[in-house]
T-cell receptor, first 116, second 109 residues
Framework: DAGVTQSPTHLIKTRGQQVTLRCSPI?????VSWYQQVLGQGPQFIFQ???????GRGNFPDRFSARQFPNYSSELNVNALLLGDSALYLC???????????????FGQGTRLTVV | KNEVEQSPQNLTAQEGEFITINCSYS?????LHWLQQHPGGGIVSLFM???GKKKHGRLIATINIQEKHSSLHITASHPRDSAVYIC???????????FGTGTSLTVIP
């Protein structure tokens, strides 16, 4: 069974551009969360989706948006990229949605975004 | 102030040493997770705790709910244990992890 897969693995974008990151959860998992990890820091929560509905949002500007599809895969979109958006973006999936941390979460390898 | 604090930030040990990484949290939690992150980014879940102690191979995780403190121990450390270890807490209310900043462990042969 495949784990959580994220694409692309690496990405370079220019300031002001838009980017879409993709995540496929483990088969059977209905909850997907997105995290931003800036170099040298712990991950910061961006969004959680469960059954295609947003269940949580972190302290990120409206330039960040996400959605979950009927097959439970998810996309994270970031508009008007800033240099400070350069980070590792992690996706985590779990079976339950009522509190992702209440069940074991599985993380993808991440997408490393560099904004120049 | 972060909801989750870890110490130390960096740790270098000789192969075979016993290692302890500490985590303190300030929120009421439903679970505490220990995660391992290797260079390149991928995160692996090591433990999920809500009370007591868990052991998996050379890794032991403990939690004291009253003191809001958890520890991750590595016995007989090995160079392949070199990684960043992250403590993450799930609050009683809310659907997210609060992450610590991680402890970078280097085990020297």
């Amino acid at each position: 069974d495949a784990g959580v897969t994220q694409s692309p693995t690496h990405l370079i974008k220019t300031r002001g551009q838009q980017v879409t990151l993709r995540c496929s959860p483990i088969s059977g998992h209905k909850s997907v969360s997105w995290y931003q990890q800036v170099l040298g820091q712990g991950p910061q929560f961006i969004f959680q989706y469960y059954e295609k509905e947003e269940r949580g949002r972190g302290n990120f500007p409206d330039r960040f948006s996400a959605r979950q599809f009927p097959n439970y895969s998810s996309e994270l979109n970031v508009n008007a990229l800033l240099l400070g958006d350069s980070a590792l973006y992690l996706c985590a999936s779990s079976y339950q949605g009522g509190g992702i941390g209440r069940t074991e979460a599985f993380f993808g390898q991440g997408t490393r975004l560099t904004v120049v | 102030k972060n909801e989750v604090e870890q110490s130390p930030q960096n740790l270098t040990a000789q192969e075979g040493e016993f290692i302890t990484i500490n985590c303190s949290y300030s929120v009421g939690i439903s679970a505490l997770h220990w995660l391992q992150q290797h260079p390149g980014g991928g995160i692996v879940s090591l433990f999920m705790l809500s009370s007591g102690k868990k052991k998996h191979g050379r890794l032991i995780a403990t939690i004291n709910i009253q003191e809001k403190h958890s520890s991750l121990h590595i016995t007989a450390s090995h160079p392949r244990d070199s990684a960043v270890y992250i403590c993450a807490a799930t609050p009683i209310t809310g659907n997210q992890f609060y992450f610590g900043t991680g402890t970078s462990l280097t085990v020297i042969p």
